[in-house]
């Protein structure tokens, strides 16, 4: 085996290492053309890669999208550390909505971190991003102190830069697909960073683009994300949009799901203001059914179903029909309600003791908003008339805030900065634990059996142990376990819902997505994750049927926020794209 000569780093071990096995290397330059310092280049005599170690900071790009596996990279990733700033922590967090991230305290900070990007020529972290966010472009104007720039950069795929800033799980998209992060190393805070140019000036509103929908109009069913998008879309471009929306307030998930502390009420409603200004027609209070399309398509040239996955998964265990448990969606609504007004602490009645199905992140919110209706300990100083009044009020709104998930830790589907602030603020998490059962007194829950559970791999079911069940009291049971398609919907009027990317992989991935390197960190499954959500992306732009089309939730089950922004944009295109072949003259 023959290697190219290497140039000896000044200070061994602290420097990349770079080692071009000629006799695999073809020429192909697919390193060269990705290595984001310029660290590579090619041997015109011989007609293979050299490698210059002194440019290299061991991102480890080449040797990911090298498909003859003929580039070995050693030795450390010369990195900065990332930016961080400690959740912000309240001394009470009894009746608090405060919001618990914080973003950069200055421009220099941003800077900062902004200056960790390698702005990459083929960047991965694109492909993680469900929307394809240009991250390279706004990055680069946040370097450049172009505050109306990065703007200018997100708006191109993004409606919602400031809720997809503070809520996506970054780690399993942007971030995860970082090339730092595929190399071991931490990745650039891109959600931090898309957080400043939103929390420094405001997201503009719609932005008038062509004229190509004018004379086309389009219902949508749905408010949340994946309706606020396909809104977005087609009023830029001169259509007609009516919203169809089920409750007396629009948002959908991102107005009762989330709780304020994550994000808070103002950044909620801005989208929803910017549509109405730009023309939205909205109308609440109405629920529509399959039966209710036909007469839809009367009056509307498309529809466009963004209602979601609405129904809760059910418990299904001895008990669950008990008073006292019910669904995530139901407590954060009426919770969210009361904790805005003080004085409707007490129309919880929680008790003191809560139970909650799932470590999911709906899961996380359901625990820290029960802690924020006094779960937990008593204050020392119970001499103070405060001090009694908050006591008398922990304990009866209050006490232990449990939270169990049969799968294992590594496995959850959480984010991890939830995971630990939720842990942080009093919640006791249990993983490998699962409920068996639950009894009540005269019709009302009074306890829980739990049983410890094993999953040795992430695909495995887990499997419940015999021999650990434990029995505790509970007050509240709070089933988070997720959420499923309306089944009417899909046998009437889209067929074949929700819609599983797996099942509809076949082949490989295309060759820009392959070459890339997205795929090939070791023991990150980033890259199947991101082009799954590709392959559902491109699906999102077909009808069901004759000028139907499903987005979002309501397309694949239960997903984010991002996906169902990127796939409502998608369908309005394709809307808009048929209208404009249908246009007299064409």
Request: with cysteine; hydrophobic share 40%.
């Amino acid at each position: 085996m023959t290697i190219t000569e290497e140039r000896v780093p000044d200070a061994p071990g602290m420097h990349p290492r770079v080692r071009v096995l000629t006799d695999r290397c073809a020429g192909c330059q697919e390193c060269v053309i990705r290595c984001p310092v310029e660290a590579l280049s090619m041997d015109s005599g011989r007609w293979v890669v050299v490698a210059d170690d002194t440019l290299c900071v061991g991102c480890r790009q080449c040797e990911r999208s090298c498909p003859f596996s003929a580039i070995q990279v050693e030795g450390p990733t010369l990195v900065t550390k990332r930016w961080r700033a400690d959740a912000i922590r309240p001394t009470s967090i009894l009746g608090n909505t405060t919001e618990v991230h914080p973003g950069f305290a200055s421009f220099d900070e941003a800077v900062a971190e902004a200056d960790r990007c390698l702005a990459c020529p083929d960047p991965t972290c694109v492909k993680g991003c469900p929307a394809h966010n240009d991250i390279r472009g706004f990055i680069s104007a946040i370097r450049n102190r172009d505050l109306v720039g990065a703007h200018d950069v997100l708006r191109r795929t993004s409606m919602l830069p400031d809720i997809c800033s503070r809520i996506c799980d970054w780690s399993n998209q942007c971030e995860g697909a970082c090339t730092w992060s595929l190399a071991g190393a931490e990745p650039v805070a891109i959600g931090a960073l898309e957080r400043f140019v939103t929390d420094s000036l405001r997201v503009p509103g719609v932005e008038r683009k062509s004229t190509d929908g004018e004379g086309l109009s389009v219902a949508i069913v749905g408010s949340g994300p994946a309706g606020i998008a396909a809104a977005w879309e087609l009023l830029a471009h001169g259509a007609k949009v009516t919203m169809l929306e089920k409750n007396s307030e629009p948002l959908g998930v991102l107005r009762w799901g989330i709780p304020s502390f994550s994000l808070p009420d103002s950044v909620v409603n801005r989208p929803i203001e910017d549509l109405v200004t730009a023309g939205l027609e909205l109308v609440t209070n109405t629920e529509v059914g399959p039966g209710d399309i036909d007469e839809l398509l009367g009056t509307h040239d498309a529809v466009i179903l963004a209602n979601g996955a609405p129904i809760p998964l059910s418990l299904r265990f001895p008990g669950s029909d008990l008073e006292g448990v019910e669904d995530a969606t139901s407590f954060l609504s009426r919770a969210k309600a009361a904790l805005s007004d003080g004085e409707k602490l007490a129309d919880m009645g929680m008790g003191t003791r809560v139970l909650v199905v799932g470590a999911g992140n709906t899961a996380m919110d359901v625990a820290r908003t029960a802690r924020r209706f006094g779960a937990g300990e008593a204050p020392e100083d119970e001499g103070s008339t405060e001090a009694m009044d908050v006591a008398r009020t922990i304990r009866r709104f209050g006490g232990h805030v449990i939270a169990v998930d049969w799968m294992d830790r590594q496995f959850a589907r959480v984010r991890p900065d939830e995971l630990a602030e939720a842990e942080h603020e009093g919640v006791d998490i249990r993983f490998l634990t699962s409920v068996s059962k639950l009894e009540g007194v005269n019709g009302r829950v009074t306890k829980a059996t739990l049983v410890k559970t094993r999953q040795r791999k992430r695909g495995d079911m887990p499997t419940i142990l015999s021999g650990t069940a434990e029995t505790i009291d509970v007050d509240l049971v709070v089933a988070a376990m997720g959420y499923r398609n309306d089944s009417s919907f899909a046998d009437r009027v889209a067929p074949g819902t929700p819609w599983r990317a797996a099942d509809h992989m076949g082949g490989l991935p295309d060759r820009q997505w392959m070459g890339s390197g997205v795929f090939a960190a070791p023991g990150n499954g980033i890259g199947n994750l991101s082009w799954t959500r590709e392959v559902a992306l491109r699906r999102a732009a077909y009808p069901f049927s004759a000028q139907v089309w499903v987005v979002g939730d309501a397309l694949i089950g239960a997903s984010t926020v991002v996906e169902s922004m990127a796939q409502s944009k998608r369908a309005a295109q394709a809307i808009l794209a048929e209208a404009k072949r249908k246009a007299p003259g064409l």
